[in-house]
């Protein structure tokens, strides 16, 4: 059989810790039988990287637009006076996506395809998550509409899963801070864009979720059918794993796996100090800036505060790849985006009412952010463990680092809040206090623990 990855070619070398994917789909060659083979990675073309935004594109669209906006117009109409289930809703959606990963991406590592590996989850992803999204649009009851977002949920996040799989099989080192950075720009506006288009047409229960979702699936289908892969319907994966091992390897041992390990315990510590911050962040500003308290009254600063904060990300996440990439370094610009969204949040925390000096702090912040979700999505790349042959399992396990922040910190924070304060106060100083020590002891510990790239 060919090669899938045609843009790559196998070398040998004592130090090699890659496996050849040729090796891995049982291909006989010299060296497909060297233990000491490793996969020397050309630079993808153009049309790879922009067929590949645009359908990272597209599937923020489809999701953000339901998650800013459209659930929780479903959420009021099916049920008024309960829209706290939106919670549960979001939560259930949440939960399917960190459990589904590893186990849809052990099984993508192992599909024979005439469209290979990676493409049939990419279709089949898009498609399960536009139908789910028309359910949706239709649920007459909340359990359905949980459903349905269970479901969306598990579409969409196995598209995002084969579009990240394809980058761990076919991108060279000098190119992935690069694209990381350019996904997390798209990423941003797709965010900006996907709520301004559900937006639109509020008031229609099923343009409201389609509109965006026609765009994912439209270029989620576009790169599935321009960006070739070839056939691994021949491919010997060795013998079928049993039930008992799937399930154990959707964890893994540390001990194993240092430098993945490490930078997972780092991601999952600034994850949760993004989450402390950013989930009360708008009220955080109407509790300074307001003699009321409440969010409607910030009125027009809350789409100043957000588009600010979008630009930051953007800027942070493209300028941070780059350099990485030009450098040569990344592990640096991890701790110094620790230091800059600690700063950040030091700044809004002691800001007082002073809505410059706020917003300042939030844009210090989220530049944080933005160079972190780009660097180190190419570190994860670098110390990927596995190699060619189980590169879906290891980047479902580190989508655990985001899932877990996000679940658990919204929880540990309710308490947290309520330390130091009588009546209706919220200590959001404390809150973003801790968020910012999150934040650079994940930074420290990936720059002083992490070996496995420079």
Known sequence: MTDPYPDQVPATSAAAHRVNPSAAFGEDSVAAASPATTTIRTPVPASYIWFLLLANFGVFMAVVAPVGVSLALRVQEIAPDNVEVLGFVVGAGAAVAAISQPLVG???????????????????????????????????????????????????????????????????????????????????????????????????????????GTVGLAFSLLWAMLIPESSTQDADFGPRPKVGKIFANMVFK???????????????????????????????????????????????????????????????????????????????FVLLAGIAFTVGA???????????????????????????????????????????????????????STAIAQALAPIIAVPLLLIGVTGTDKNYGLLLVIAAGCALIGGLIILTKVRGTK
């Open 106 to 212: 052990m099984w993508s590592d192992r599909t024979r395809s005439h469209l290979g590996r990676r493409r049939p989850f990419s279709i089949g992803g898009a498609l399960l998550g536009f139908l789910a999204l028309a359910f949706i649009a239709g649920a007459p009851s909340i359990p359905l509409l949980v459903v349905g977002w269970m479901l969306g949920q598990l579409g969409w996040t196995t598209v995002t899963l084969s579009l990240l799989l394809s980058q761990a099989d076919r991108l060279p080192e000098e190119q992935r801070g690069k694209v990381a950075g350019l996904n997390g720009v798209c990423s941003m506006i797709a965010s900006v864009v996907g709520v301004t288009v559900a937006s639109a047409f509020i008031g229609s229960n099923y343009l409201v979720f389609l509109v965006p």
């Open 346 to 400: 030091l700044i809004m925390c002691f800001g007082g009412s002073n809505l410059g000096v706020l917003i300042t702090g939030s844009v210090i912040m989220q530049l944080g952010l933005g160079v972190f979700s780009a660097v180190d999505q190419a570190i994860v790349l670098d110390v990927l463990p596995g190699g060619d042959t189980e590169a879906g399992r290891f980047m479902g396990i580190i989508g655990y």
């Open 254 to 332: 540390p001990a194993q796996y240092p430098d993945f390990a490490w930078n997972w315990l780092g991601r999952l510590l600034f994850n949760f100090g993004v989450t402390f911050a950013t989930t009360f962040t708008t009220l955080f500003f109407a509790s300074r800036l307001t003699t009321s308290g409440q969010v409607a009254d910030l009125g027009p600063l809350v789409p100043i505060i957000s588009i600010a904060g979008v630009i930051a990300t953007a800027g942070g996440a493209f300028g941070g790849g780059f350099l990485s990439d030009k450098l040569k370094r990344r592990r640096i």
